[in-house]
Nanobody
């Protein structure tokens, strides 16, 4: 199983980025796909997740209304559209696959760095 995250970069506050997570190696139709992030000196935190089968989406309060998670079945890819970025959104973002909305993630990607300048 491989989860390949990409799309990170440097953006000014107020800007947008779209992260991608290409999944391979198994069928994820019964999984939740999630995005987590970890800033320097902080614990990893949940950002958003999506039920691959139903497309039901869940968000951390800190990103609700600004971030949108989606998936493309044909490409086996999950996206995180991040809008109105704030300096506090800066972190390494990880995609993951698991059985729960907020926890129980067993497969992890390598992370992609998002830097937000003020």
């Amino acid at each position: 199983v491989q989860l390949q995250a990409s799309g990170g970069g440097l953006v000014q506050a107020g800007g947008s980025l779209r992260l991608s997570c290409a999944a391979s190696g198994r069928t994820f139709s019964t999984y939740f796909m999630g995005w987590f992030r970890q800033a320097p000196g902080k614990e990893r935190e949940f950002v958003a997740s999506i039920n691959w089968s139903t497309s039901s989406a869940y968000y951390a309060d800190s990103v609700k209304g600004r971030f949108v998670i989606s998936r493309d079945n044909a490409k086996n890819t999950v996206y995180l559209q991040m809008n109105s970025l704030k300096p506090e959104d800066a972190a390494v973002y990880y995609c993951a696959a698991g059985r729960g909305i907020y926890s129980g993630y067993v497969y992890w990607g390598q992370g992609t760095l998002v830097t937000v300048s003020s």
